[in-house]
C-alpha cells in the first residue's frame, strides 16, 4: 500500500529535495510551506513524473495556529500521515542584544512551536495503527551553543532532545522517529540568515559543501533504516562526537571565534 509523506518546508532546499527522494521512492505527498506557486510547479512536476498523488496545503508555521489548522485541512480530506518530515526552519545572524524580535519569535515558532505542535497532532494515529515515521531536520549547531546565532542553534538543540526523547517513548510502538543533523548546505539558507556577514564566509567556497540532495538523500536513507541521530558527513560525525570532549569554556570560546562577524 502506497504511504504517504507530509514535508514541511516543501518549496526549496532540503525540503524540496526531500519532496522527490519520497516521490522517487513512490510515497504520496503532502506538501506545505508559504507559495503557493513554488508548491504547485513542484505538484505538477512530480505527481506527472511518478504518478503519485500530491496535496499542497499553503501555511505560514510561523503563525501559532496553523499546525491545528492543517491538521483539521488533513482530517477534512481524510489523509492518512504516514511520515511526517518536519523541515521547515530557519536562521539569523546577529548578536542577540541587537537581533529583529519578529525574526526571533518567527524561529521560536516555527523551530521548536510547529515542530512539536505537529508532531503532538500526528503521533497519535501512529500509535493507534501501530506504524509510523517522523524525520525532524536539525542540524550540526544542535550540539554546542552558537554565539552570533544563540536562539537558532538552541532551537536546533531542543529539536536533538525532543526527538530522542519521542524515540525512546516510542520506539516499542511501531514508531521510528530519525533526527537530521546535517552541516553547511547548499541552500538558500545562508543568504536567508544573513550568514555573509560571517568573517569567514564564502561564496565562493559554496560549491565544496554538500547539496541539498545529497543531504536529502542521506535523510531519507537514515530514516529507512530507524537510525535515530543522523549526521551527514565523516568530518560533521567527528566534529559532533568531539563537542563532548572540549570543555564547555573553550567550546564557547571556539564556536564564538568561527562565527565571528567581518
Not at 504547485?40 to 496553523?66: G, M, R
Amino acid at each position: 500500500m502506497t504511504q504517504t509523506a507530509l514535508i514541511t518546508g516543501a518549496s526549496s532546499g532540503i525540503g524540496l529535495e526531500l519532496a522527490k527522494v519520497f516521490a522517487r521512492n513512490q510515497h504520496n505527498l503532502i506538501l506545505v510551506a508559504r507559495s503557493e506557486d513554488k508548491l504547485k510547479a513542484l505538484q505538477q512536476e512530480l505527481s506527472a513524473q511518478y504518478a503519485i498523488a500530491v496535496v499542497v496545503c499553503v501555511y505560514d508555521l510561523t503563525d501559532k495556529d496553523a499546525p491545528a489548522q492543517l491538521f483539521s485541512q488533513i482530517q477534512a480530506q481524510n489523509l492518512t500521515v504516514d511520515v511526517l518530515v518536519n523541515n521547515a526552519g530557519y536562521g539569523d545572524y546577529s548578536e542577540f542584544v541587537s537581533s529583529d524580535w519578529e525574526k526571533v519569535q518567527g524561529m521560536i515558532l516555527l523551530n521548536i512551536l510547529a515542530v512539536t505542535h505537529l508532531t503532538r497532532l500526528f503521533l497519535p494515529a501512529m500509535v493507534a495503527r501501530g506504524s509510523g515515521k517522523i524525520l525532524n531536520v536539525s542540524s550540526t549547531a544542535a550540539f554546542q551553543p552558537g554565539p552570533m546565532m544563540a536562539v537558532y542553534f538552541a532551537s536546533k538543540a531542543y529539536g536533538l532532545s525532543f526527538s530522542e526523547a519521542i524515540a525512546a517513548e516510542t520506539e516499542d510502538q511501531g514508531i521510528s522517529v530519525t533526527v537530521l543533523c546535517p552541516g553547511p548546505t547548499q541552500s538558500d539558507f545562508i543568504d536567508t540568515a544573513n550568514m555573509d556577514n560571517m568573517a569567514l564566509a564564502n561564496k565562493a567556497s559554496t560549491d565544496k559543501i554538500p547539496t541539498a540532495a545529497a543531504v536529502a538523500e542521506f535523510g531519507y536513507s537514515a530514516l529507512q533504516r530507524g537510525q535515530v541521530v543522523a549526521v551527514h558527513g565523516l568530518a560533521n560525525q567527528l566534529l559532533t562526537f568531539s563537542t563532548r570532549l572540549v570543555p564547555r569554556g573553550l567550546l564557547r570560546k571556539g564556536v564564538k571565534q568561527f562565527m565571528a562577524s567581518k
